[in-house]
């Protein structure tokens, strides 16, 4: 028999995609036929919104990259701690998922932006908008970690 094995580290580490993997299923299968659902997703997709997510996403991208730097020469008790117990490593790799997500929800939202005018068929369209909804909520999940976790370790003493 398999035992699994699940410590609150690896819940941790995998939260963002799983909550955004059940987003997404929930949309394909029940928002879909959803008014209010397809409402919110038309006013998100229109040019004004996704210009908007650009000009955020880019601002958070260069604050995730202060934090970053703060974090690395920050000195603390929690920072030692951290460093102490070998959790340092992953508290960084938090902070390269956040980076990371919030360029790609730039160029995604670039891309779609591009080609919104452009001919493609219904199931690309939808597979595209599908992908854009996934990824910005595992940004927004991996953000507010991130950002919570920095936040923790600022502030103790």
Same mark, same amino acid.
């Given at each position: ?22 987003? /997404? ?5 029940? !928002?879909?036929? @959803?008014? #209010?659902?397809?409402?919110?997703? =038309?006013? &998100?997709? %229109? ?31 929690? /920072? ?5 117990? !070998?959790?340092? @490593?992953? #508290?960084?790799?938090?902070?390269? =998922?956040? &980076?990371? %997500? ?53 502030? %103790?003493?």
């Amino acid at each position: 028999m398999l035992k699994c094995k699940l410590k609150p580290k690896h819940i941790t580490m995998v939260y963002p995609f799983v909550l955004s993997c059940v987003f /997404i299923l929930y949309a394909l299968f029940i !928002g879909s036929n @959803n008014l #209010v659902f397809i409402v919110i997703a =038309k006013k &998100v997709l %229109s040019e004004n919104i996704l210009t908007l997510i650009i000009t955020i996403q880019s601002a958070l991208f260069g604050f995730f990259l202060t934090i970053l730097a703060l974090l690395l020469q920050m000195n603390n008790k929690a /920072i030692d701690l951290v460093k102490e117990f !070998g959790r340092f @490593n992953e #508290v960084v790799r938090y902070s390269r =998922k956040a &980076v990371y %997500s919030s360029l790609i929800v730039v160029v995604v939202t670039v891309i779609i932006l591009i080609t919104k005018n452009i001919y493609f068929d219904h199931t690309i369209k939808e597979i595209m908008h599908y992908t854009f909804g996934f990824i910005l909520f595992y940004n927004a999940l991996s953000s507010f970690r991130f950002v919570n976790i920095f936040y923790l370790l600022a502030k %103790s003493n």
